[in-house]
């Protein structure tokens, strides 16, 4: 490998391990009482319409308990509810909550505008790229 890709992979490293540490602390100012994992959840659970614990650790990689603790969390705060699923009597379908939406809009908004004010000096152009990039390195 190239020393000059080495040298970006780790920039690529490093820059994504404190963005990461940066959503963290501003998910704490969000919502007290929500962490960055809740949050992300209750994101997909309302992306999706509802969803299966197995599919939250699936799409985070996270292991069950973690998935299970949240889930409770986010169930007591009445965020969401769990319904029998139709097909599977045995497996819950999580769903949103009108609280749990509400919470989640005003969350939305209030990280759109963090990322308004970080990225107000970069052009549309690098904005598009941005999001493009990210997308294809999730993607993978």
């Known amino acids: 490998m190239p020393a ?3 040298v970006a992979i780790d ?3 490093r820059e994504l391990t404190a963005f990461a540490r940066r959503a963290r602390g501003t998910a ?3 919502h007290p009482g929500l962490s960055l994992v809740a949050f992300s959840i209750l994101d997909l659970i309302i992306e999706r319409d509802g969803c299966q614990a197995t599919d939250l650790a699936e799409r985070y990689h996270l292991d ?3 998935i299970s603790r949240q889930v409770t969390a986010l169930a007591e705060l009445g965020y969401l ?3 029998v699923d139709n097909t599977n009597r045995r497996n819950n379908i999580l769903r949103p909550t009108t609280e749990g939406k509400r ?3 005003e969350a939305e908004q209030v990280r759109h505008e963090v990322f308004e004010e970080r990225l107000h ?3 549309d152009t690098d904005v598009a790229r941005f999001a493009e990039y990210l997308r294809r390195y999730n993607a993978g």
């Open 64 to 66: 069950k308990s973690t």
């Open 4 to 6: 000059h890709r080495t």
């Open 28 to 30: 704490a100012a969000l």
């Open 11 to 13: 920039t690529i490293q």
């Open 103 to 105: 919470v989640a809009r």
């Open 121 to 123: 000096d970069w052009s």
């Open 81 to 83: 509810t769990r319904e």
